[in-house]
């Protein structure tokens, strides 16, 4: 029977009992280095919105004064805010509930939902869930994408029929430091 030593042993049992930890620590456990893989992943500034019609008119929405966030996770959730900055509001006692509804749903739109991928043909499709427009409750919404740098994503709709007779809106967003 070998001789075994005792300070090979007991180096043995401590190395084994660090292995797991190791492992961990070089990215064999899923971490924040999943994200970076995937460029859409972080909160992004709306700079700047222009909607195109069929005839090469080009309208800016809220007044051209637009501000708005896209928020994209590593699991596939997205969600989305604009709104019209500068807007104004009638006095609330003296404004009907109506008025004072259209002052602040016309100049504001949110929705969210999980979100896919497809890079061969540049488009990421928004798969509405919840939205302040009821209509897109339940809907795809793709968006073909550029990505200009690590920090800029131009983002385009479908022409939207209801919209400028099949206008198609441009969206630029510049990613929020601190990701």
Same mark, same amino acid.
């Given at each position: 029977m070998p001789a075994?030593?005792?300070?090979?042993? !007991?180096?043995?049992?401590s190395l084994l009992r660090v292995a797991p930890v190791l492992a961990f620590a070089a990215g064999c456990a899923p971490g924040p280095a999943a994200e970076t893989d995937n460029p859409f992943? #972080? &909160? $992004? =500034? /709306?700079? =700047?919105?222009?909607?195109?019609?069929?005839?090469?008119e080009v309208t800016l929405p809220y007044d051209g004064?637009? &501000? !708005?966030?896209i928020t994209y996770t590593a699991d596939g959730r997205m969600s989305a805010q604009l709104m019209q900055v500068g807007r104004?509001?009638? %006095?609330?006692?003296?404004a009907g509930g109506q008025e004072m509804? %259209?002052?602040? /749903?016309?100049?504001f739109f949110s929705y969210y939902g999980a979100y896919s991928? %497809?890079?061969?043909? !540049? @488009?990421?499709?928004?798969?509405v869930e919840g939205a302040l427009l009821p209509g897109w409750v339940g809907s795809d919404r793709p968006r073909s994408f550029t990505f200009d740098?690590?920090?800029r994503l131009i983002l385009n709709t479908e022409p939207d029929p209801?919209? +400028?007779?099949?206008?198609? +809106?441009? /969206? @630029? $967003?510049?990613?929020? =430091? #601190?990701r």
């Open positions: 075994t030593n005792p300070s090979i042993c !007991g180096s043995m049992r992943v #972080g &909160a $992004w =500034s /709306l700079a =700047s919105w222009e909607s195109r019609s069929a005839d090469g004064n637009p &501000a !708005g966030q104004e509001f009638p %006095d609330a006692a003296e509804r %259209d002052a602040i /749903l016309g100049g991928v %497809d890079t061969e043909a !540049g @488009v990421v499709t928004h798969h740098g690590p920090g209801a919209r +400028g007779g099949g206008a198609v +809106g441009t /969206l @630029v $967003w510049e990613r929020v =430091s #601190g």
